[in-house]
Structures are given as structure tokens and as C-alpha cells.
């Protein structure tokens, strides 16, 4: 119809639950799913007790127990001794407030971003927040995921509303095909490379182009995982008929005919033709090398087959600087090659690739092999749902055998405030997010790969090209 601006899927969602633009020219807008977890929580809690608030919309908010947690089989709230006091204030604040809460006890306990999706909180249109920055893994249902802070958590629970500044719509086209051995992380480090790591900065990133079409949700759900890392405020990918087989039949998902229905709705979220964004990016998929970072951001990121950059090369000279920290704190060189840097553990987990998918593609990778000597390796579900599923397919089996150790869901490694840490000096690599001074352990040092490539170099010791190991 002549006259009607063509709208980004961004701004049809928003715009969807403006409350009210309020005078200092931020939006207020509603919330629809809020999760909590544990160290965020707390805090938040004590403050509306203080100030004699309740929680407003109780029945659209559900806690779980994820980042402190252990992960030892068998664990329990005390298992970490470190974060006991946390675990027991969630429990007891949700109890009193009638949230829904999944603690180590219950089978549906997991990381928030991956139980978001697996349980159908997360729907397309849908706004959910949680106290933490990987919220945006959501935005792979075609959802508004946003991570908040401590006040903000709290603001929610009192209002189930969010004051923001609205962020600025770009769009990240991934074109061609996907080599084969690569998988959704090697795009989004390869965004970040390409783009900085304030390449998005105060943006919803919308993800599109034939190679995200064809990722699988747990892909999209990946690459939208990332986004942070890329510096944006939130992404997402835009809905598709992947998504609605993915959701039907989960937990909290619409039934019968109210499927149908949403599903109805949901074919409407999409970026109209002509819609403007703030920036339009492409990315060529069809040459693309498995991806591994070498410094301590996601931008210092570079195909298994390159060498180190040498920092001298960058023409900003702030690039030049942070790049020299990094390989002094990484103990490298330029030149180097990436391949055959030796590595001491070995990582498989995380909001970002700790999906049954990861885990599938990691075992194929290890088995009938054996772990490297002296190479700690461990996998870690990202729900107790995955380790189920994992279980019944036999991948714990092959994943033993190889000398990984198989452990219960939580952060683990990713976030180090349990016992799974790094040891100083120690060379890790890892499917987690972010790779930090210290990240994984005081003095540790960690690469970040697909979970294809972290299984290999388990295997092997070191870093290895996973395309020369399909050949072998």
C-alpha cells in the first residue's frame, strides 16, 4: 500500500512493545520472557525488599542456576563451596516470589541461553531479558534477546518494562555456500574479525544471506550468541520455517491450534523490501578456513591456515598497540603459524556451542581416537536436557573412551567461578565466547574455534586444520 514505510524486522518487533518513549529519549518497552540466573539476581532481590516491591509479572519470569554452578557429576548446591550463598539466595527468592525455578535438582537446569530456545521460552517477536550479555543467543528464533545489568534485572521485576535507548538497525549478509567442515562459528568470528569488535556498537544486528538460511536453528542461535562480541546490543535472524519445527511440541511453546495460529504471526517478522539500515555488510562465505583466534578478542581472529599477524601491519594505531599486548600476553609471535601451536586443554561447551549439534559434531571428530597426552579435555553440556539427549545417542560413550571428561550442565571454563579453571600459563582452546586476559583462569590463555576444531586439537595437541584431518 502506497504510503507505508517498509520497516526492518527490528523496528516491527519494538515498535510492537513500545510502552512509551519517555523525556530523556529513551523507549520503555515491554518485556515478555524475563530469565534469571544466579549472580545477577541476588542483588536485584535485596533491592526491591528494600524497597517494598514485589515482583510484577511473576508467571513470565524463571530462574535457573547456570554460572557458579558445578559441574561435576553428581553435584549439588554445595558442591562449589564458592558460590553456595548465591545458589541458595535464587532458590529462596524465587520460592518467595512464585518464580518458576530449575535448580542442579531439576532435569530441566541448564546455561539460560541454551534452555531459553530448548524449552520454547524464546519465541519469535518476543522480547526476553536476562542478566547477562549472551542474552542475544535468542535472536536465532527470530526473537529480541537483551542482556542487562543488575539494576536493570531489578527494574524488570518490578515493572516487567526496560528503559533503552533504541539501538540502530544494521544487517550482516553471509553470501554463498559453507565450506564443508565449517559451521556457524567460523561466521561469526569471522564477522568479528572483519568488523571489529565495536563494528556493531548500540545496533540490533539482523543476520541474513543464503549461508544463514541454511544454518540449522542451533546454528543461528550461535551466530546470534556472538553478536555481543561483535560489539552490538542484540541479534537475530529473521524466522523461517526451520524455526516453527523447532519450536513445535517444546515446553512453553503454544499447542493445537494456538500454534497454528502463532505460527500464523510469525510469518509476518521479516525486514520488508526497501527497509533501510544503518549499515549493510556482506561477508563471502565460499573460501572461508576454519577460524581460530590468536589474541584476546574475537577480532584477533584469522583462518587456521594463516600466520600471526604482525601488529606493525595495522594502520590505527591503537589496533597496532592492543595487537602487541595480545601476543605478549598470549606469549606468540608474528609470523607464527596457527596450526601446530601446541594446547594443553581442550574446551567443549558454553551458551555458545554446548547444543547437542556441538556435541554430535565434536564426536565425530573424536571417535575411535584418543585425547593427546598431557591435554586436559572436557566436555560440557549446555543443559541437563542435552547431556539426556547425548547420553541416549551413546556420544558420552565415545567421548570417555577418547579420554574427555563428561560433566553436568553449566558455564564451566567459559566464565571460571567454579572449579573448572585453567591453570597460569596453561594454552586452552575453547568453543566459548570470549578469550580475555584471564578469561578462563588467572595467566590462562585461550583460542577460540568451532567445536570440530577444538575436538581435533584435543586429538592432536595442538592446533590443526580440521579440513586436512577429513582428508587424512
Partial sequence: MTGVPALTLFEKIWDAHLVRRLDDGRDLIFVDRHVLQETTSAVAFENLKRAGRGVRRPELTLATQDHIVSTAPGRDEATNPGGRELLALMRANAYRHRIRHFGVDDPRQGIVHVIAPELGLAQPGCVLACGDSHTSTVGGLGALGIGVGTSEVEHVLATQTLALSRPKPIRVRFQGRIPPGLVAKDLILRAIGALGVAGGRGSAVEYAGSAVEALPVEGRLTLCNMSIELGARLGFVAPDEK???????????????????????????????GAAFVRDVAIECDRLAPQVTWGTTPEDVAGVDDRIPDPASYGDAGRREA??????????????????????????????????????????????????????????????????????????????????????????????????????????IATSNRNFENRQGPGSRTHLASPATVAAAALAGRIVDIRKEARA
Avoid at 603459524?337 to 565434536?362: H, K, V, W, Y
Wanted: proline content about 7%; hydrophobic content about 45%.
Fill in 323 to 428: 595487537a602487541a599486548k595480545a601476543l605478549r600476553y598470549m606469549e606468540l609471535a608474528p609470523g607464527v603459524p596457527l596450526e601446530g601451536l601446541p594446547i594443553d586443554i581442550a574446551f567443549i561447551g558454553s551458551c555458545t556451542n554446548g547444543r547437542l549439534s556441538d556435541l554430535q559434531a565434536a564426536a565425530a571428530v573424536v571417535r575411535g581416537r584418543k585425547v593427546a597426552p598431557r591435554v586436559r579435555a572436557l566436555v560440557v553440556p549446555g543443559s541437563m536436557a542435552v547431556k539426556r539427549e547425548a547420553e541416549a545417542l551413546g556420544l558420552h560413550e565415545i567421548f570417555r573412551d577418547a579420554g574427555f571428561e563428561w560433566r553436568d550442565a553449566g558455564c564451566s571454563m567459559c566464565v571460571s567461578i567454579n572449579e573448572d579453571v585453567a591453570p597460569p600459563g596453561s594454552r586452552c
Fill in 243 to 273: 524455526t516453527f519445527d523447532y519450536l513445535r511440541g517444546r515446553e512453553f511453546a503454544p499447542r493445537g491450534p494456538a500454534f497454528d495460529a502463532a505460527m500464523a504471526a510469525w510469518r509476518s517478522l521479516h525486514s520488508d523490501p
